[in-house]
């Protein structure tokens, strides 16, 4: 999203004191200046994607922002790359979900092996291809917008898709982020609303620009979601046979403005945030934040 007026509303509503637990920003190479998806290959490597019209290309980095290497999906464009995520057996989903005017009918996610990409020069993609089981037209009148998302995650064999909610309703915007899932599998698949993870997005916002959802990650019992302006983490609570994310959870706001777009749950103690460029905010940046 390039909208002039993020910097103001981001401004306004971005005084915190969350810098404390930034331990660490540093500027990445101009060839991720669109980075807007994150993921963990090793203790030691990172993966990230740029988004919307750059070419389809894997990098792989050091924690501390080097490009390694970079590989190219053969089989696919590269429409509106927004997300990353991974499973427990190495494989790495590509979101190709990002839908500003929701009028796409060509959704997709990609599925790679994460360690094959990170040995080949280039590598073709299974593809998990997707409409919404609510989306009617396309593009669907204001009052109906809730089908772009640039945030996923893996959960028990299944993708998560989190939409950024633009609803117009009786004169102002619904912001409140919905949750989709799909298989985790190559095919074509409707996908509908979760029953099981909606109780979490409630406590994202309301407020504006800055309360839209922009990355999610799911790993080793925690949730992290995070907007322009703040990041939130929650854990997972287990009773019985089922699970779900508790209602209790840190959030942190942000102090220092940037145009945040991807998130990872490296460790139990370290998150990583990837900021892109911005003409006014700066970046590309790379943060690593220390949690309690």
């Known amino acids: 999203?390039?909208?002039?007026?993020?910097?103001?509303?981001?401004?306004?509503?971005?005084?915190?004191?969350?810098?404390?637990?930034?331990?660490?920003?540093?500027?990445?190479d101009k060839s991720l200046n669109e980075i807007s998806g994150l993921e963990r290959l090793n203790d030691s490597v990172l993966i990230a994607i740029n988004d919307s019209g750059n070419t389809p290309h894997i990098f792989f980095l050091t924690t501390s922002g080097q490009v390694l290497r970079k590989t190219l999906v053969t089989n696919a464009k590269n429409n509106d790359w927004e997300d990353l995520a991974s499973d427990d057996a190495g494989n790495l989903y590509i979101a190709d979900a990002g839908n500003n005017s929701n009028d796409r009918k060509d959704l997709c996610v990609l599925k790679v092996n994460a360690q094959t990409a990170f040995l080949s020069d280039s590598i073709a993609a299974e593809r998990i291809n997707f409409t919404y089981g609510q989306q009617m037209a396309f593009p669907p009148p204001l009052s109906e917008q809730r089908f772009d998302c640039e945030a996923i995650y893996w959960r028990k064999d299944s993708i998560h898709l989190i939409t950024k909610n633009k609803a117009k309703i009786i004169g102002r915007e619904n912001r409140q982020p919905e949750d989709y899932v799909i298989p985790?599998?190559?095919?074509?698949?409707?996908?509908?609303?979760?029953?099981?993870?909606?109780?979490?997005?409630?406590?994202?916002?309301?407020?504006?620009?800055?309360?839209?959802?922009?990355?999610?990650?799911?790993?080793?019992?925690?949730?992290?979601?995070?907007?322009?302006?703040?990041?939130?983490i929650y854990l997972l609570e287990t009773s019985s046979n089922e699970s779900s994310?508790?209602?209790?959870?840190?959030?942190?706001?942000?102090?220092?403005?940037?145009?945040?777009?991807?998130?990872?749950?490296?460790?139990?103690?370290?998150?990583?945030?990837?900021?892109?460029?911005?003409?006014?905010?700066?970046?590309?940046?790379l943060y690593t934040i220390a949690l309690p």
């Open 1 to 28: 999203m390039r909208l002039r007026t993020l910097c103001f509303l981001l401004f306004i509503n971005s005084i915190s004191c969350f810098s404390q637990r930034i331990v660490q920003r540093i500027r990445l």
């Open 184 to 232: 985790d599998i190559s095919g074509n698949f409707v996908a509908h609303k979760s029953s099981d993870s909606l109780n979490y997005l409630v406590h994202v916002g309301k407020k504006g620009i800055q309360d839209l959802v922009t990355s999610v990650d799911c790993k080793n019992g925690k949730m992290a979601v995070l907007t322009y302006s703040s990041l939130l």
């Open 245 to 285: 994310f508790a209602d209790k959870h840190q959030k942190l706001r942000f102090k220092r403005l940037t145009q945040k777009e991807a998130v990872l749950l490296f460790s139990d103690k370290t998150v990583f945030v990837a900021a892109e460029k911005h003409n006014y905010l700066g970046g590309p940046y």
